[in-house]
């Protein structure tokens, strides 16, 4: 029954999202809260109990369907804009080589002190 009443719902409003922002939250949060309140009418019409096992396992196949590829923060990652992402870059790569070369001059120059 739960699929039958509240899936379709669910997989038109999901269609109209589309699948680009399934995995974001603020786009999808309207539409999964009428399928938690659709399922627990379902189930009080019936006189269960909710949720129950058959809502999780419901629960479960909607999420493999349609958040499978979501990480658990809800966002997409993304990397960073090349403007943050060179300097932690550069950075250490430059204060290694600059080190480097302070430690071979520093040992050249001392080595005719005894």
């Known amino acids: 029954m739960i699929r039958h009443y509240c899936l379709k719902q669910f997989q038109l409003s999901m269609e109209g999202i589309g699948q680009r922002l399934w995995c974001d939250w603020e786009e ?3 539409t999964y809260g009428e399928l938690t309140n659709c399922t627990a009418l379902i189930a009080e019409r019936l006189d269960c109990y909710w949720p129950n096992r058959l ?8 999420h493999k369907q349609y958040f499978r590829n979501c990480s658990p ?6 990397d960073p804009p090349n403007g943050v992402l060179c300097p932690f870059i550069l950075l250490p790569v430059l204060v290694t080589l600059l ?4 430690v071979v001059w520093r040992s050249k120059r001392s080595e005719g002190i005894v």
């Open 28 to 30: 999808t949060v309207g």
């Open 55 to 62: 809502v999780d396992e419901f629960f479960v196949a909607v």
């Open 73 to 78: 923060s809800g966002r997409a990652l993304h």
């Open 99 to 102: 080190m480097t070369a302070l």
